[in-house]
């Protein structure tokens, strides 16, 4: 299980994998690397 926080809103996002909608919105609107540094666990 993979743990992302948003810095921005602080909303958090759990995923098995890297389907999750939230996820790839954020990958769309900050870039890939970027979100994989928000990741928490």
Do not use: D, Q
């Given at each position: 299980?993979?743990v992302?926080?948003n810095?921005?809103?602080?909303?958090?996002?759990?995923?098995k994998g890297?389907?999750?909608?939230t996820?790839?919105?954020?990958k769309?609107?900050h870039?890939?690397?970027?979100?994989?540094?928000?990741?928490?666990r």
């Amino acid at each position: 299980m993979k743990v992302y926080k948003n810095p921005h809103t602080g909303e958090i996002v759990e995923t098995k994998g890297g389907n999750h909608k939230t996820l790839k919105e954020w990958k769309s609107e900050h870039g890939s690397a970027t979100v994989e540094s928000w990741l928490i666990r």
